[in-house]
């Protein structure tokens, strides 16, 4: 091991010998140079390699490089470039390739290669590179996609491109995004030659009149539907890669004509037909009557629809269509507009009884953004009640109550129900915060009785929270000894350690602090959670130490139980905190 390392190191010295006579470098740094270099070489030849070495080994040897680069820059010496420049490059090359044998399944030590190439311009060492890479992971199809963007755009040369990506076809049969990036490609590839036919007016480009209108690409759409005939969506996927090209409207109508004839009563490829006016008029470029006129023929394509699909799924997308519309408006006019047409075909549906939870959730979003939240009042009883189950819409039923100001008792009576509703969700404590929170400021009076409700719930969670915000309640409304009562009865499991830290605050923020009381808290806190949290063990000790009435006799004694009660992989950390916080002495 040490004679090849060393071996390899003799191999560098005509090199330093170099840099230290066209001044790149003193002595001295080729020393430290050679230092490090015979670090990483032995650690190489390790037994048990590790990637991280190569790694560093290569990133040292690409500062050196650099650095190079720099000096020869500053001091304009162009000389032994073979012996310096090109011996650091082969050592990278070679350190690439040693990595990438040891480690075949590393993706990031492959492409840090081909970076590297693509850097440096080494197209042929690329090419090798990716030959070997797509040997191993051949299934990969995001390796393809690069390799094939190479020869585009790095290579010039769309007909390896195309010929990659049909291979990697072969190989990935089910791969929707090969298909979607052959498309992309072909139509970039069209794109290219028109422009090189303005700019040349090169007149044998006429005779590529199939390539230059993009029927390429509609060869690659025609396959890719026919491998995935039922995927609606991934049909219309293609409507998008098409509009970064001025030439390709015809393929978009053909693509619309094929989805609407291919998929005849579905409810997705009904709505994007009836939404086609949507993405070409929300260019920055158009006015606000254009995307007026476009928005009033997208509703009117929707209602034609509803006539042949009066389906839940097309009542969604047709309230989907509003929001979005709502988003894309250029003017707040525009965007009330679409805003009052989804609260009225949200109301159709309702009388329909088309309506699904989402819906529900899309019309309370719009009520709170338009400041017309005390519509909703009326309906949302109904949908309530259709959606007993839904957690969610009880919740804006709340929501809505609150923010119209609704008698607290009407509110109370709502959270009630959801309570019989609900009793076991894990939603739970969500409900509960949102009416704590709304009852601490808006009836004051009721809050008592709410929390003392609380402490019995039925999930967990919840009567951790309803404790918590009880005490802290209590502890600006209560005297000490009503506190102190309610604390004994409240620390009792279901518990956090967050309920002892503010009974414990509280107690040493009194003017005379009962001590006893303190530590009776710690004591409680520690049955709890003694075995498993360090920090309560820290803050009790600190407390002894540190607080006038603490007792710095009792510290010895608190970290010995500490030590015995721990689980056994906190103690050490145990011990390493107390040694931080000056306390090593008390095991002595």
Same mark, same amino acid.
């Given at each position: 091991m040490a004679e090849n390392a060393e071996r390899t190191l003799q191999d560098m010295i005509p090199e330093m010998k170099g840099m230290e006579k066209i001044g790149l470098f003193t002595v001295e740094e080729t020393r430290k140079i050679m230092k490090k270099r015979r670090e990483f070489e032995y650690k190489l030849r390790r037994k048990t390699k590790e990637k991280k070495d190569f790694m560093s080994y290569i990133e040292y040897e690409k500062s050196v490089l650099d650095l190079v680069k720099l000096r020869r820059n500053k001091s304009k010496c162009v000389g032994l470039r073979k012996e310096i420049d090109v011996c650091i490059v082969r050592r990278i090359h070679k350190l690439y390739e040693l990595a990438c044998s040891r480690f075949p399944g590393s993706l990031e030590v492959w492409r840090e290669h081909i970076d590297f190439c693509q850097k440096r311009k080494e197209r042929a060492a690329v090419e090798?590179?990716?030959?070997?890479?797509?040997?191993?992971?051949?299934?990969?199809?995001? &390796?393809?996609? &690069?390799w094939a963007k190479h020869e585009m755009h790095d290579n010039l040369s769309p007909a390896n491109a195309r010929q990659l990506l049909q291979r990697a076809l072969r190989s990935n049969p089910e791969s929707k995004k090969l298909y979607k990036e052959l498309f992309c490609m072909e139509l970039q590839y069209a794109d290219k030659l028109r422009k090189r036919q303005e700019v040349l007016n090169v007149a044998e480009l006429q005779a590529q009149s199939t390539i230059l209108k993009g029927e390429l690409s509609l060869v690659v759409y025609k396959n !890719?539907?026919?491998?995935?005939?039922?995927?609606?969506?991934?049909?219309?996927?293609?409507?998008d890669l098409c509009l970064p090209f001025d030439f390709t409207p015809w393929i978009v109508d053909y693509i619309y004509k094929d989805v609407e004839e291919r998929f005849e009563g579905d409810e997705v490829a009904t709505a994007a037909v009836a939404k086609r006016p949507l993405p070409a008029t929300s260019a920055s470029d158009v006015g606000s009557k254009v995307l007026a006129t476009a928005m009033n023929e997208i509703c009117e394509n929707f209602e034609n629809a509803l006539r042949k699909l009066p389906t839940e799924r097309m009542w969604e997308l047709y309230l989907?269509?509003?929001?979005?519309?709502?988003?894309? !408006?250029?003017?707040?006019?525009?965007?009330?507009?679409?805003?009052?047409?989804?609260?009225?075909?949200?109301?159709?549906?309702?009388?329909?009884? *088309?309506?699904?939870?989402?819906?529900?959730?899309?019309?309370?979003?719009?009520?709170?953004?338009?400041?017309?939240?005390?519509?909703?009042?009326?309906?949302?009883?109904l949908l309530t009640n259709k959606f007993k189950r839904s957690l969610n819409i009880w919740i804006w039923q709340l929501k809505l109550q609150m923010l119209c100001n609704v008698d607290a008792n009407v509110v109370l009576s709502t959270f009630q129900d959801t309570l019989k509703n609900f009793d076991k969700k894990k939603e739970y404590l969500s409900l509960w915060k949102i009416v704590t929170d709304w009852c601490i400021v808006s009836c004051p009076d009721k809050i008592a009785d709410l929390l003392e409700e609380g402490t019995n719930c039925g999930q967990r969670a919840a009567r951790v929270f309803v404790k918590e915000s009880y005490l802290d309640w209590a502890c600006h409304h209560f005297d000490i000894k009503s506190v102190r009562k309610l604390f004994k009865r409240l620390s009792v499991a279901p518990v956090s350690?967050?309920?002892?830290?503010?009974?414990?605050?509280?107690?040493?923020?009194?003017?005379?602090?009962?001590?006893?009381?303190?530590?009776?808290?710690?004591?409680?806190?520690?049955?709890?959670?003694?075995?498993?949290?360090?920090?309560?063990?820290? *803050?009790?000790?600190?407390?002894?130490?540190?607080?006038?009435?603490?007792?710095?006799? !009792?510290?010895?004694?608190?970290?010995?139980? !500490?030590?015995?009660t721990l689980r056994e992989p906190l103690v050490d950390a145990f011990i390493e905190q107390s040694v931080r916080y000056n306390m090593a002495t008390i095991s002595s």
């Open positions: 090798m590179i990716f030959s070997h890479l797509m040997r191993l992971h051949s299934h990969n199809e995001d &390796l393809w996609v &690069l !890719a539907v026919e491998k995935f005939a039922n995927d609606v969506e991934f049909c219309l996927s293609f409507v989907n269509s509003c929001v979005e519309m709502a988003k894309i !408006a250029k003017s707040s006019k525009l965007a009330n507009w679409a805003c009052d047409q989804f609260l009225k075909v949200f109301l159709r549906a309702v009388e329909d009884e *088309k309506v699904t939870e989402n819906m529900v959730l899309s019309w309370a979003d719009v009520l709170l953004k338009t400041g017309q939240v005390r519509l909703g009042l009326d309906i949302i009883p350690l967050n309920l002892f830290y503010k009974y414990i605050n509280f107690e040493l923020s009194q003017f005379h602090p009962k001590i006893e009381k303190v530590r009776f808290a710690y004591e409680s806190a520690i049955l709890e959670f003694g075995s498993s949290d360090i920090d309560i063990w820290m *803050k009790y000790l600190d407390m002894e130490m540190r607080h006038p009435l603490g007792d710095p006799a !009792a510290v010895r004694i608190l970290y010995n139980k !500490a030590k015995r």
